[in-house]
């Protein structure tokens, strides 16, 4: 079940599944993450006598292990999304944390818009004085 899981996360980038499987599966595939990163012939052997899907694998080695080459650890993201009407098993997402577009656009936007000036009040100061730019042109005409 977690070799097939890991399949689905690594190919999707995201699944959704119940909590207790997610947890199940961090600690499945944040180790084989972390061995794609060195992508010898030993490591996608190891890799692929866990996974056993070749296309799962070289989807790892190529795209994945570029995306985290400087990560160290913490690979995944679990969000818990409610609870399942049937069971009322708790449910989750899990994904892979360098692939949600939406929340890496949010960071950037957040990181232009968070300097802010310790003295917000000159900027007021500037604005509320027009008489003072008008009268060097008063002058100026003169």
């Known amino acids: 079940m977690l070799s097939n899981m890991a399949t689905s996360l690594i190919m ?8 207790a499987k997610a947890k199940a599966l961090r600690t499945f595939v944040e180790p084989l993450i972390t061995k794609s990163k060195e992508d010898t012939t030993h490591s996608r052997r190891v890799v692929f006598s866990m996974v056993k899907n070749k ?4 989807e790892l080695f ?3 292990s570029g995306k985290v080459a400087e990560r160290h650890g913490g ?3 679990i969000i818990k ?4 009407q049937g069971d009322a098993a708790e449910m989750c997402i899990i994904e892979l944390v360098d692939y949600n577009q939406h929340l890496l656009s949010e960071k950037v936007a957040s990181k232009a818009t ?3 000036s310790r003295r917000a009040g000159s900027s007021v100061k500037k604005k509320a004085s027009p008489a003072a730019d008008k009268a060097p042109a008063a002058d100026a005409q003169e």
């Open 12 to 19: 999707h980038k995201r699944i959704s599944t119940t909590l």
């Open 62 to 64: 190529r795209e994945i």
């Open 81 to 84: 999304t409610g609870f399942r």
């Open 114 to 116: 968070t300097r802010r």
């Open 75 to 77: 690979y995944t993201r």
């Open 55 to 58: 296309f799962a694998v070289s």
